[in-house]
């Protein structure tokens, strides 16, 4: 263990590890199979990075969040460890590259997607690496029981043949003792080894509260809130009015969801990161690998479709273990609207042969064809072409990839990146004879390291500035170079990408299981009847609902949500402490009596009856505005 905090204290600058770290660390570190159950924030990334530090080789780290194993990469990177990603949507000659980087470049960490493990060029590259470890993160993607089953983590285990000696970590954020049991099945444990921290988030307040004026309630809640805040959504339309909305109000807020461009996307969560933006509205598309501390609030708008997601979610408030809100704005519309979303999730198969007919069309595959093959795609044009329902189209894809035939990553930003495909003394002889290039290559040589061993990410319009001339031009000279091949130039992508996992078959033999297509939907079914129950039920702490739905059935009321205020409420109520919280308040800053209300919501009432009481006693007076301040 001394080694390892060494280690952390090195490359993350901490003293020491957090709970049930350090028993996974040294668990996996002595070569067993181990897996780790610890809440959003609670460190997961360390305890794979740490010990595959400490060991000769490289770990081989599995994860299906594209944004997620981007952001690891560069944070690594940042730290002076050589890591990169294999995923689909790079080229063949990048994938080539990376893995041979990963024999012979002393690389510490692969970052895979899952569909990649399947491919015969990685399970040929893979036996010449020296591999210390195999991670496994979002690990309750392997069983149909969990929330996101994606049959591709299905190829995991077969890394075993490969890797016989090597042991895997799986790691989650959100597993039923269920799915716990079916992880360690699927991935081949030689003997059930789990650590697992209390799901209990101590500092994070769950709050519930009925009403159809949901605006007004997110209001006040940032206007209460001064910390950063996530506001999510269900739809891309309304993240855009709701964050107006906050703006009109004089609250600094912003949007995002994957159809921004990757420049938005970008700069918005950059701006929210750097508290440039006070609160971000979002679709679930954000918050996936961001690690920002200080997240006061998560509010949501909409219920999500299970416990799980919406643990997961709301577990981004508070990863700086001080007080955080988990705030759900509920009415009954929204369960209308859950159920319909519901029967739109799994719609028939025939609508989905359809659907996975006209995607082979749309790529102008023929039958027998296609297997590891990856297309950019982008779903609005193929809705329109084939006109499908954007959100019946998307839902008859994901079926598809659960059944094994198709994966569909989310969308991404790749940025242009080129390699030197000739050694230097090559290079200075092409310079010579072609005049024409000398100030490009020149420009390209000082401006960025690696080009000759890695393809390396580059900004057009970075370089357009620099020799004081057009995008245009030098994408002229690059694709030129390109085609003299002097460079392997791979212009910038921002779509979502279809893989094919299997070749193109016809509609009379694509094959789905009505017996497991019934099962999942019941699956789903439960799963929002859970989620629903949380949301509906006030006579319990809700702390003891979600800990109960992950295993801990004898929890303690955690005493802050909104059912323990409400029963403590219920007791004598204390006048001497709510005149001192009145007065601290009102010193801060006068409130019209709207304003108090609102401030006080918890038990707005009360409060308001003894602010009455100080108003009679003189102790609060009204300046000229009708605001309620204290007496000097």
């Known amino acids: 263990m001394d080694k390892y905090r060494q280690i952390l204290k090195q490359y993350w600058g901490y003293d020491d590890f957090r709970p049930k770290q350090h028993e996974i660390i040294s668990s996996v570190g002595s070569g067993q199979d181990t897996l780790g159950l610890l809440p959003t924030g609670g460190g997961k990334s360390i305890t794979f990075q740490v010990p595959a530090l400490a060991k000769e080789g490289i770990c081989i780290v599995v994860t299906p969040l594209i944004a997620l194993m981007k952001d690891q990469v560069y944070n690594l990177r940042e730290r002076k460890i050589k890591a990169l990603a294999i995923y689909s949507g790079l080229s063949k000659e990048e994938i080539d590259t990376a893995l041979n980087n990963c024999i012979y470049g002393d690389y510490k960490f692969l970052y895979v997607s899952p569909e990649r493990l399947s491919t015969e060029l990685f399970r040929i590259r893979v036996q010449g690496m020296n591999v210390n470890m195999v991670a496994i993160d979002e690990a309750h993607c392997i069983s149909q029981w969990g929330y996101d089953f994606r049959p591709s983590y299905l190829e995991i285990a077969n890394l075993r043949e490969i890797l016989p000696d090597v042991p895997f970590l799986a790691l989650t954020a959100t597993a039923t003792p269920k799915v716990v049991e079916d992880i360690m099945d699927k991935l081949q444990f030689k003997q059930r080894n789990v650590f697992q921290k209390s799901f209990e988030r101590k500092n994070l307040v769950y709050w519930v509260k009925h009403n159809d004026d949901k605006l007004n309630d997110l209001t006040g809640i940032c206007q209460r809130n001064r910390g950063t805040g996530i506001v999510y959504v269900r739809s891309r339309r309304r993240t855009r009015e709701i964050a107006e909305h906050l703006k009109r109000k004089g609250i600094s807020a912003d949007y995002y969801h994957a159809g921004l461009s990757a420049e938005q996307r970008d700069t918005r969560q950059e701006d929210w990161k750097h508290n440039r933006i006070r609160v971000i509205v979002s679709t679930n598309a954000f918050g996936m690998g961001i690690d920002k501390p200080d997240v006061r609030f998560v509010v949501h708008m909409d219920l999500p479709d299970s416990l799980e997601a919406y643990f997961q979610e709301a577990g981004r408030g508070g990863r700086d273990e001080k007080e955080a809100y988990a705030i759900l704005l509920f009415n009954r519309a929204d369960k209308t609207r859950l159920k319909q979303g519901f029967t739109n999730s799994f719609p028939d198969i025939k609508y989905i042969k359809q659907v996975y007919e006209s995607l082979g069309n749309y790529f102008s595959l023929f039958v027998g064809s296609g297997k590891g093959m990856t297309f950019d795609f982008v779903l609005s044009d193929f809705a329109k072409k084939f006109s499908f329902s954007m959100i019946q189209a998307h839902n008859a894809l994901k079926v598809l990839q659960t059944e094994g035939y198709i994966d569909l990553t989310e969308s991404v930003h790749n940025p242009s990146k080129i390699k030197f495909l000739i050694h230097r003394d090559e290079l200075y002889e092409f310079q010579v004879a072609h005049a024409a290039f000398d100030r490009l290559i020149k420009l390209i040589l000082r401006s960025y390291s690696g080009l000759f ?31 003299l091949k002097i460079i392997k130039y791979i212009p910038q992508k921002n779509n979502p990408v279809i893989f094919y996992r299997e ?84 010193k801060a800053e006068p409130m019209l009596p709207a304003q108090f209300k609102e401030y006080f919501y918890e038990n707005d009432k009360l409060y308001m009856q003894v602010a009455r009481e100080m108003m009679d006693t003189g102790e609060i007076i009204r300046d000229l505005k009708g605001r309620m301040m204290m007496k000097e």
């Open 503 to 586: 070749e193109r078959l016809t509609q009379q033999n694509l094959y789905i299981s009505k017996e497991n297509y019934s099962f999942r939907m019941k699956m789903a079914e439960n799963k929002l009847k859970a989620a629903i129950y949380y949301a509906e039920t006030e006579n319990r702490c809700r702390s003891q609902i979600l800990l109960k739905y992950f295993g801990q059935a004898n929890a303690p009321e955690c005493g802050q949500c909104d059912y323990c205020k409400k029963s403590e409420k219920q007791k004598t109520p204390d006048h001497k402490e709510i005149r001192q919280k009145i007065s601290k308040a009102l």
């Open 453 to 483: 061993t890695d393809f390396v990410a580059i900004d057009e319009l970075t370089l357009a500035r620099r020799v004081k001339s057009s995008v245009e031009v030098i994408y002229k000279y690059l694709q030129r170079l390109n085609n």
